[in-house]
């Protein structure tokens, strides 16, 4: 008579085998995840840093070039207030040495004759230059092409959205500005010189609260 052993299964093993297997690939996915979140962590560092960065540099530009450009409006007004509608700019001598003295890089050419009561009728070639102000806006696009940005918050990306699209108006009406002086059109290019301001006060206000709170998009 054959006898046939039945072979004993070893439940302990197999179980700790199907544990050892779950653990490790949990501990596989968990690497994983954890590695990819340290990777994005730092790409949105290094796009905050470059993004402050260029803030900054904005923000310098902006307020040099701005102070000069309004002194434009500035110079006419003054002109303004010293020319008489009938006879032109007929002013002491004194007067217009003030203006001059004010307004150098304006005044190129000044012609008098004498007037009457110790006047002089003043002709006067001036010159503008428009500071063009350079507004980057690369760190920005490289964080919205690469996707970095989706990783910044909420309220740290509307701010941001919020600021660049008023640099983008601030760039337009210096372009607007710019094709009013090529035009020679100085009613024009007083007006939108006062638009401008405007919108660069703003801009000034924007950037200077985001370099505040920028690492709360960290």
């Not at 310098?60 to 003054?78: G, H």
């Not at 102000?133 to 996707?147: H, N, P, Q, R, V």
């Not at 710019?178 to 206000?205: F, M, P």
């Not at 505040?212 to 998009?217: D, K, L, Q, R, V």
Request: glycine residues 4%.
């Amino acid at each position: 008579m054959s006898f046939f052993k039945t072979k004993t299964i070893n439940w302990k093993y197999i179980v700790g085998e199907i544990l050892l297997l779950f653990v490790g690939i949990n501990l596989a996915i968990w690497f994983n995840d954890w590695n990819t979140s340290k990777v994005i962590e730092k790409d949105k560092e290094i796009a905050l840093n470059k993004i402050e960065g260029e803030i900054k540099a904005n923000l310098e530009e902006l307020v040099e070039n701005s102070a000069q450009n309004q002194k434009i409006p500035a110079f006419y007004k003054a002109i303004n207030l010293l020319r008489k509608e009938d006879s032109g700019l007929v002013v002491p001598s004194n007067e217009i040495r003030a203006l001059v003295e004010e307004f150098p890089e304006f005044v190129q050419k000044l012609d008098s004759t004498p007037a009457d009561n110790g006047l002089y009728q003043y002709e006067m070639d001036t010159f503008i230059n428009l500071e063009i102000t350079d507004l980057s806006s690369i760190a920005w696009d490289i964080s919205k092409s690469t996707g970095i940005f989706h990783e910044f918050g909420y309220d740290c990306l509307y701010e941001l959205q919020a600021l660049y699209n008023t640099q983008e108006l601030v760039k337009s009406e210096i372009r607007n500005a710019t094709n009013a002086l090529r035009d020679q059109s100085i009613d024009d290019l007083i007006r939108i010189l006062g638009v401008l301001r405007q919108l660069e006060e703003q801009l000034e206000a924007q950037y200077k609260n985001m370099l505040e709170n920028i690492s709360n998009c960290k």
